[in-house]
């Protein structure tokens, strides 16, 4: 903390969660004079009271301390999160939320209506952030390979670790006590952050599937901890990618992979990779859309782990044609490409429209007749 660098007091937080580091808040103040009636509160956001700490007759005012080179300040008691259920008489955790920890006090020789308030907003948050999509990514810095563990987050109340403390594993290497760099954020609110990899950690990574775990908090100390162990190193992401039942040049109602048993049109294309996968496609208004993809692992098999397998459904419009674009990721977030196809969807139903048989003529001699007309393709 310093001049440039206050503390913000929408980052104070604790939790009641027992998995947390921080579950108890307390504070100093320094007193100016002696002080009588000394009350300690905590307050919620309605204003109301839900529990009271202590009261003290008279504190002193701050003094230095010479024997032990310090100053003498108001210590404020401690509170472990918890408030008194009179429905049950038992201490119960208080509901997350917003909270005030107040201090109050009558200056020596002053009336109680000259009292003096000290006012510390607070939270308490007991649900952990979310963490997804972690993976590895590189730079060139200063002419070195630099690896770094990706991912997105996301905090709903506290907010994620003003500190930016995380920590990663590596192919079974450890490192505590990282810091985590912000990059950008998500269309859906993510933060997306990086953690670069130290060179201990770098000396393990190889082709193929690497396990990586990324570990971060929010400011009230709620972890969450995700891994991936099928992780590729950039530019090999590609690899073992294999699509089963392809993209024809046209997708009609004569495509044996034409679905309708989830109460729509969907075609559907079916291929390996050894990891999820992620996909898009151009909609008939040319708009990027979801596939709906299902990964599993091919349960004949449980001993290739290399061999998971994966279904994707592209709805198709009715009585249109348009071209479309079908894509493959190895993330959700859409940054590593596996495969891109450009195809059409023809499933314009063509009109009939003016039809004259032999040239109009209501008889004929011949055993064959001409038959014209028009149809309407667009």
Same mark, same amino acid.
């Given at each position: 903390?310093?001049?440039?660098?206050?503390?913000?007091?929408?980052?104070?937080?604790?939790?009641?969660?027992?998995?947390?580091?921080?579950?108890?808040?307390?504070?100093?103040?320094?007193?100016?004079?002696?002080?009588?009636?000394?009350?300690?509160?905590?307050?919620?956001?309605?204003?109301?009271?839900?529990?009271?700490?202590?009261?003290?007759?008279?504190?002193?005012?701050?003094?230095?301390?010479?024997?032990?080179?310090?100053?003498?300040?108001?210590?404020?008691?401690?509170?472990?999160?918890?408030?008194?259920?009179?429905?049950?008489?038992?201490?119960?955790?208080?509901?997350?939320?917003?909270?005030?920890?107040?201090?109050?006090?009558?200056?020596?020789?002053?009336?109680?209506?000259?009292?003096?308030?000290?006012?510390?907003?607070?939270? $308490?948050? @007991?649900?952990?952030? &979310?963490?997804?999509? +972690?993976?590895? !990514?590189?730079? %060139?810095?200063?002419?070195?390979?630099? /690896?770094?563990?990706?991912?997105?987050t996301k905090d709903d109340f506290s907010g994620i670790d003003a500190t930016k403390d995380c920590g990663t594993a590596v192919n079974g290497l450890v490192e505590l006590h990282q810091?985590?760099?912000?990059?950008?954020t998500t269309a859906d609110g993510y933060t997306q952050v990086r953690v670069p990899v130290t060179d201990a950690q770098a000396k393990t990574l190889a082709q193929?599937?690497?396990?990586?775990?990324?570990?971060?908090?929010?400011?009230?100390?709620?972890?969450?901890?995700?891994?991936?162990?099928?992780?590729?190193?950039?530019?090999?992401?590609?690899?073992?990618?294999?699509?089963?039942?392809?993209?024809?040049? $046209?997708? @009609?109602?004569?495509? &044996?992979?034409?679905? +309708?048993?989830? !109460?729509?049109? %969907?075609?559907?294309?079916?291929?390996? /990779?050894?990891?999820?996968?992620?996909?898009?496609?151009?909609?008939?208004?040319?708009?990027?859309?979801?596939?709906?993809?299902?990964?599993?692992?091919?349960?004949?098999?449980?001993?290739?782990?290399?061999?998971?397998?994966?279904?994707?459904?592209?709805?198709?419009?009715?009585?249109?044609?348009?071209?479309?674009?079908?894509?493959?990721?190895?993330?959700?977030?859409?940054?590593?490409?596996?495969?891109?196809?450009?195809?059409?969807?023809?499933?314009?139903?063509?009109?009939?429209?003016?039809?004259?048989?032999?040239?109009?003529?209501?008889?004929?001699?011949?055993?064959?007749?001409?038959?014209?007309?028009?149809?309407?393709?667009?």
């Amino acid at each position: 903390v310093s001049d440039t660098d206050p503390i913000d007091p929408d980052n104070i937080a604790i939790s009641t969660s027992s998995a947390a580091a921080i579950t108890t808040l307390q504070g100093q103040a320094y007193l100016f004079r002696n002080a009588q009636d000394v009350t300690y509160q905590i307050v919620n956001s309605d204003g109301d009271v839900v529990a009271t700490l202590n009261k003290e007759p008279q504190d002193t005012k701050t003094y230095y301390y010479a024997n032990a080179s310090a100053f003498e300040t108001l210590n404020f008691p401690k509170w472990d999160g918890t408030i008194f259920d009179q429905s049950t008489g038992d201490y119960v955790a208080a509901p997350d939320g917003q909270y005030t920890y107040r201090v109050s006090a009558v200056g020596d020789g002053d009336k109680e209506s000259d009292r003096q308030t000290l006012d510390l907003p607070f939270k $308490v948050d @007991s649900v952990a952030p &979310e963490l997804q999509h +972690i993976a590895i !990514s590189s730079e %060139d810095v200063n002419g070195k390979t630099q /690896y770094y563990l990706t991912g997105e987050t996301k905090d709903d109340f506290s907010g994620i670790d003003a500190t930016k403390d995380c920590g990663t594993a590596v192919n079974g290497l450890v490192e505590l006590h990282q810091t985590f760099e912000v990059t950008g954020t998500t269309a859906d609110g993510y933060t997306q952050v990086r953690v670069p990899v130290t060179d201990a950690q770098a000396k393990t990574l190889a082709q193929g599937n690497n396990a990586i775990e990324l570990y971060l908090s929010d400011n009230a100390s709620n972890f969450v901890d995700v891994m991936n162990d099928k992780a590729k190193l950039p530019g090999q992401t590609k690899d073992g990618f294999v699509l089963d039942v392809g993209v024809p040049d $046209v997708i @009609s109602m004569s495509n &044996e992979y034409i679905d +309708i048993s989830k !109460s729509r049109l %969907d075609y559907t294309l079916s291929g390996r /990779y050894p990891g999820a996968v992620y996909g898009t496609y151009l909609d008939e208004n040319g708009k990027v859309q979801d596939l709906d993809i299902e990964n599993y692992t091919d349960e004949d098999h449980p001993e290739d782990l290399d061999a998971d397998y994966f279904i994707a459904r592209m709805p198709i419009a009715h009585a249109v044609d348009y071209n479309t674009t079908i894509k493959f990721y190895a993330d959700a977030a859409h940054t590593q490409e596996l495969a891109s196809y450009d195809t059409k969807v023809g499933m314009f139903q063509p009109k009939i429209g003016t039809v004259t048989v032999n040239g109009g003529q209501d008889q004929t001699s011949e055993a064959t007749v001409k038959v014209a007309g028009r149809y309407q393709t667009m």
